[in-house]
C-alpha cells in the first residue's frame, strides 16, 4: 500500500459544516454490508438520513436522549462506512472483538474531551491501537505495523506535534489502511441507512 492521502487533505474535516470533528466516530468494515453491519450489531432499524448534517442533529435530538446511539451506514466498494455524532461504537473495546470476525475494521474517534482512539482490528484480533493525539503509545499485536505510513500521513513520533492535525492525520491514516478516501461529498451527500444500539 502506497501513502497518497495525508494530513492536509482532510483539514476540511475540522471544519466539516456538520461539527463532527468535535465528537465523532468513523468506522470502515470490510465485506458487510450496511443491513448485514446492523445485524451484526443487533441494531435497532431507524429513519434513512442524508447527510452528516442530518446525522449530526438527530443524534443530539430527543430520539436518542435514551442512551441509544445512532448508527449511519453506507456503502463504499467493498467497504461500509459507517458514522456516528458524539459516539464510540466503533471503538467500543468490548464489542470489536465478536464483530470484527471475519472481516477488517478501522475506526477512528475522538470525543468532546479531545480523548480519541484510532483502531485497526483484523478478524477479532486489535493489530494496532492509539491515541491520535499521543501516537508514541501504541499497543495491540503489532504496534509498530503502521509505524512508517504515520510518519508519512502527519502524525509527529518521538517530537509531540501540532495538536490540530492529529484528527486529519487519522482520517489519512484510516485511507491507507482501507483505501477508502472520506470525502465532503461523501459526508454532506450520502443517504444513510441507519440503526441504534445502546452501547
Known sequence: MDVTATAADYLWFEDEPAGLAYAYCLTLVRGLSPPELLRRLDARPESALTGAGEVTEAAFGPRYRDGRQLLAMTGVGEWTLMVEANGFVGVHTKGVPSWSSGTTWVAHFVNINRVGRFLWTEDG???????????????????????????????????????????????????????????????????????????
Open 125 to 199: 484480533v486489535t493489530r494496532v491501537s492509539f491515541d491520535p493525539l499521543f501516537p508514541d503509545d501504541r499497543w495491540g499485536r503489532e504496534p509498530d505495523a503502521l509505524l512508517e505510513p504515520m510518519r508519512r500521513v502527519g502524525f509527529h513520533l518521538g517530537d509531540g506535534g501540532p495538536e490540530h492535525l492529529s484528527v486529519p492525520a487519522a482520517c489519512a491514516l484510516a485511507e491507507y489502511v482501507t483505501g477508502v478516501a472520506v470525502t465532503p461529498e461523501l459526508l454532506g451527500d450520502t443517504a444513510f441507512t441507519c440503526g441504534s444500539v445502546k452501547p
